[in-house]
């Protein structure tokens, strides 16, 4: 059996390869040492598709209007819902980054001129997310 195990893993033809791995698990499991089964792999199935669903914005809300005044300290509290495998969220505003947050987590943005601002929220997955806001700054 030591023979056929050594011709098994050092064979010349090349490298070891999952279409062997059959053949060692009958080999370990002759020799009373049955192994795990390994993962299956999913990562080379060629697919391109995101796993997860895009984060989903909580906050700020679609079709409102943000009033800040200039000099208080008001800002727009930015959040999303995003999948469960989802640790992190990264915010821009208009291309320019804002900060970033976990899923469970509110970030404060003080936006720096009024008018209508585009934010974004890209997840550690790449799944991306995006809302039109409107903000009015009072002097």
Do not use: H
């Not at 700020?60 to 969220?89: I, M």
Request: hydrophobic share 40%; charged share 25%; with cysteine.
């Amino acid at each position: 059996m030591k023979r056929e195990f050594e011709a098994l893993l050092f064979a010349t033809d090349g490298p070891l390869t999952p279409a062997r791995l059959p053949d060692l698990e009958r080999l370990f499991a002759q020799a009373g040492m049955p192994r795990r089964r390994p993962p299956v792999d999913r990562c080379s199935a060629g697919t391109t598709e995101l796993a997860s669903q895009p984060p989903a914005i909580v906050s700020p809300l679609a079709g409102a209007t943000y009033q800040l005044r200039d000099g208080d300290r008001g800002d727009v509290f930015l959040n999303a819902s995003a999948a469960s495998e989802v640790r992190s969220l990264y915010w821009f505003a208009d291309g320019a980054f804002l900060g970033a947050s976990r899923p469970s987590e509110v970030l404060a943005w003080r936006p720096g001129r009024s008018g209508e601002l585009e934010v974004s929220v890209v997840d550690d997955q790449g799944a991306t997310a995006t809302r039109r806001v409107r903000v009015a700054i009072a002097p």
